[in-house]
């Protein structure tokens, strides 16, 4: 969600401001994805880098994520949404760990959207926890070295339940992916935008589905194979 900062600058406005009218944009896209029946939603609020950017602003998201989650999480749950927080909570305060914890204890039977927030997340931080626990098993003779393969490892990171995911959307022109799904988005179709996260809405949702839709997905195979398996 890029360019919550340049959005404000461009008004003459501090960042926080571009921050608060990006969770505007927050609730446009959850509702625009439920109207669009999309089973995943996973968004990347603050990532483990974050903690680099000047205290103020830090602090500023901390007290943002708070109050954001006290005022959404009753709509959220009414909508059916199902909620829950991938990354290292152990640095967040207790008042956050506690919202955190207790939203996902209160939508977790929910039958909608799933909703994932990405905090103190990293790509690289889920591999290493997953590799971890994999030895742990292994030093425990719970398994043997020949049984870890890439679905061992991929049944072990933060998303395991979750289908990989079929489309990247970045706003604000970058073009990384800057440690996010970095296992998961193997075989994701990668949208790239100049619309700044305050600015994206419904339509720009709906132009990125339909970027994804015109794309063929291979997975490996040729294009003929492809279009055969779509024939049959
Ligand atoms: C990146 O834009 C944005 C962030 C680091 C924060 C994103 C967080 C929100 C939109 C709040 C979401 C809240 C919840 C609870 C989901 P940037 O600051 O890097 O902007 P710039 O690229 O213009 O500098």
Request: hydrophobic content about 40%.
């Amino acid at each position: 969600m890029d360019g919550n900062g340049r959005w404000a600058r461009s008004r003459g406005m501090p960042r926080p401001a571009g921050h608060r009218e990006g969770v505007k944009a927050v609730r446009r896209v959850v509702e625009a994805c439920r109207k669009q029946q999309i089973e995943a939603l996973t968004l990347f609020a603050f990532s483990s880098e974050n903690w680099r950017r000047p205290k103020t602003e830090v602090s500023l998201l901390m007290d943002l994520f708070i109050s954001t989650l006290q005022k959404e999480v009753d709509s959220l749950h009414a909508n059916g949404v199902q909620v829950r927080f991938i990354g290292d909570r152990t640095p967040f305060s207790t008042k956050l760990r506690t919202l955190m914890d207790n939203s996902e204890i209160r939508t977790q039977d929910n039958p909608g959207l799933r909703l994932t927030i990405a905090v103190n997340y990293g790509g690289r931080w889920d591999i290493a926890q997953a590799a971890r626990e994999i030895a742990a098993r292994v030093q425990a003779s719970e398994l043997a070295l020949d049984d870890i393969d890439a679905d061992l490892l991929g049944k072990q990171l933060s998303l395991a339940d979750l289908p990989e995911p079929d489309l990247f959307i970045r706003t604000g022109g970058e073009q990384r992916i800057s440690n996010f799904l970095l296992w998961q988005l193997a075989y994701t179709e990668l949208y790239f935008t100049d619309t700044l996260w305050p600015d994206f809405d419904e339509q720009s949702l709906l132009e990125a589905l339909a970027s994804f839709a015109r794309r063929q997905r291979r997975f490996g195979q040729t294009g003929d194979q492809v279009e055969r398996i779509q024939g049959a």
